[in-house]
Nanobody, 124 residues
């Protein structure tokens, strides 16, 4: 199992960015993909997940309305669209494969495989 994130970088506050997560080594449409982030000195935070079986999506309250998760099962790729970015969104963003349901958004323990992360820096 391999997950590779990309799309991070430096963006100004108020800007937008799309992160990608390319998966391999498992049946993508049988699992869920979650997005997490970790800022320096802070705990890992669950952001969103998508159930690739039925397309259902779930969000943490902190990002609802600003971030949008999606996936393309034909490309084994999940995305996280980030808008209205703030300096406090600066973090390393990770995708992970596992089980997605409403209460799983912030449950890292139900996601068994993780990518290496991509850095997002939002300047003020």
């Amino acid at each position: 199992v391999q997950l590779v994130e990309s799309g991070g970088g430096l963006v100004q506050a108020g800007g937008s960015l799309r992160l990608s997560c390319v998966a391999s080594g498992f049946t993508f449409d049988h699992y869920g993909i979650g997005w997490f982030r970790q800022a320096p000195g802070k705990e890992r935070e669950g952001l969103s997940c998508i159930n690739n079986r039925d397309g259902s999506t779930f969000y943490a309250d902190s990002v609802k309305g600003r971030f949008t998760i999606s996936s393309d099962n034909s490309k084994n790729t999940a995305y996280l669209q980030l808008t209205s970015l703030k300096p406090e969104d600066t973090a390393v963003y990770y995708c992970a494969a596992g089980v997605c349901y409403k209460d799983a958004v912030n449950r890292a323990d139900v996601f068994g495989s993780w990518g290496q992360g991509t850095q997002l820096t939002v300047s003020s």
